[in-house]
């Protein structure tokens, strides 16, 4: 079979989309609208290429560049998302996408080339063992998705419950923005812009779904979740010392589920979270088993993988020193970082 490879244009989102709700590899991270948030936020170049067969798309491929003096120069699918590479209904159609990915990582004269997949399609390639994700389904029953939650953390999210918390979704990013920005400063993150945020929203609407858990009219912690097919993926939240105290995020995480299961989701994603880290161990204790994640980089100009990860010993003096930043100054400078990292 004869395939064509062409670059999505304007007039092209509805049939890309169209694609990636029909096919079982596609994620939401793979839907159009991320084009336009990496290149008008971040500013980075992106093709996303398509292959197709007699005028019908059969494997899509989403690529950015980010070219960092501190961090290298990179091609991957895709940047600031858990999962990417290349989604096919055919062998055919993938090898061509694959292999004009490679050509382009080359002429780009990127260090790698990065592909994001649930699971790893080139074994041949380098890895790193640093991620796990974690995937569950969920039953229709609410109370049947409360009793699998361990008995420790099930006793959590009760006593959340019992604080006398409410969750309510919000149709703006302020309230989130202040409880995730204070979360991401006390782990020595760098923090993405508000504009980030908003294009989200506008880029996918209903579908990014803000929620906020409230005690006397005060969030004190909220979540942005994004909604796909029949999953929920509760992506970016925060909360301070309140929601610490009252088990709030606990609250807030059954809150996301109990109104997944009423908007109709099936599975539950926790997203991503690198070994030994507190992340990792708040997702295996909601019941959560995790899913090692095998990214494939291939190496191009680059003569080994860099180490940009908050594990690395030699981040963690920074890490201790952003921590030490007042909250304004490390908001107004980590945009202007983590735009570079992806």
Sequence with gaps: MQWSVAQLGTHDHARWDAFVQRCPSATFFHRAGWQQVIEDVFGH????LYAESAGQIQAILPLAQINSRLFGNTLCSLPFCVYGGIAAL???AAAELDHAAQQLARRLRVDHLEYRHQQSIHADWLHK???ATFRKPLSPDHEQNLLAIP???RAMVRKGMAAGMGSVIDAETDRFYDNYAASVHRLGTPVFSRRYFRALQQAFGDDCEILSVQQNGKAICSVMSFHFRDEVL????????AARALAGNDFMYW????????????????GR???GTGSFAFKKNWGFAPQPLRYDYQLHRGKKLADVQPLNPRLQLLIRAWRLLPLPVANALGPHIVRQLG
Excluded at 45 to 48: A, F, K, M, Q, V
Excluded at 261 to 268: A, D, P, Q, T
């Design 255 to 270: 809150e996301v589920m109990r109104r997944a299961v009423e908007r109709g989701r099936r599975l539950f994603d926790f």
């Design 90 to 92: 055919e062998d055919g």
């Design 151 to 153: 008995r420790k953390q």
């Design 129 to 131: 063992d640093l991620y």
């Design 45 to 48: 170049p992106t093709w996303y």
């Design 234 to 241: 509760p992506y970016y939240g925060g909360g301070g010392d």
């Design 273 to 275: 979270s690198k070994y």
